[in-house]
């Protein structure tokens, strides 16, 4: 195993701040959003062959633990990205809009491949056509299936996302009336 020095740890950028000899001042907006963007638990649905390409992004060639998102689970109380990878069935859309509602906010969700995008080749009577007809999407992924450098800008656009967002978004009206419209109930009420 090679040595790791200094020059090969890359790290995050400083927020835009106001600095000074020995302090840095910066706003709680920017501060929480890099802890989150850097720091996002995917939890990874995969039902066919775009998860294989998801677990190829794991593997130590693409290696996701580079972004702080090595720790995927099941479980979607502990998570806060929702990948969705592979076809969607009819049948699986109340299952999949299950776990997105029992992920707490703030929550993203990564849409991988066109069958989770569109529905994709399968133009027929029983898949989803787009998972953006029951929940929220925030990135959409092309391909069929798109390779893991793809998967992997994803979620940097995740985590763009998460860094720049306003601690106020998940209150506004706006948001309310976008959860509104998948018939999905706010943490909040
Ligand atoms: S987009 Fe292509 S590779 Fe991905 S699940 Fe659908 S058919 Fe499979």
Redesign the pocket.
Known sequence: MGKINQKMVKTVETPEGVEGQGFFATSLDKVIGLARSNSIWPLPFA?????I?FMATMGANYDLARFGSERLAFTPRQTDLLMV???ISKKMAPVLKQVYDQMAEPKWVLSV????CSG???DTYSVLQGIDKVIPVDVYVP???PRPEQIIEGLMKIQELAKNESLRRRDSDEYQKMLESYNIESAEK
């Open positions: 039902t066919s062959c775009c998860g390409e990878m592979g076809t491949g066109a069958c989770a994709g080749i399968f391909g069929c299936p």
